[in-house]
């Protein structure tokens, strides 16, 4: 079973930046597309950032400017550098590889934004 290990969750007042972390195995990481999604209590799931294999990234217009997604191909990490953070960016954060042959979840880490 593919495992996705996240970490780097927490508690940080607004205007405030946290980093999250996701190591994938090795044999995903290389092929498959990186995402950020999060889950705000009562909403669905939804995209925040992605990056592809090659580096190219997306973002939604949401954290666009405030964010920022990377990858490191030698630890098979990927990161989400998150800034000047709004109380509306209060969710779950999962991260997810996602290839045509196959989509994988992490168990997810809360962050949370206080006024």
């Known amino acids: 079973q593919v495992q996705l290990v996240e970490s780097g969750g927490g508690l940080v007042q607004a205007g405030g930046s946290l980093r999250l972390s996701c190591a994938a195995p090795g044999s995903i990481f290389s092929t498959y597309t990186m995402g950020w999604y999060r889950q705000a209590p009562g909403k669905q799931r939804e995209l925040v950032a992605k990056?592809?294999?090659?580096?190219?990234?997306y973002y939604v217009n949401a954290v666009k400017g405030r964010f920022t997604i990377s990858r490191d191909n030698a630890k098979n990490t990927v990161y989400l550098q998150m800034n000047s953070l709004k109380p509306e960016d209060t969710a779950v954060y999962y991260c997810?590889?996602?290839?045509?042959?196959?989509?994988?979840w992490g168990q997810g880490t809360q962050v949370t934004v206080s006024e």
């Open positions: 997810n590889a996602n290839e045509w042959s196959g989509d994988y």
């Open positions: 990056i592809a294999r090659g580096g190219s990234a």
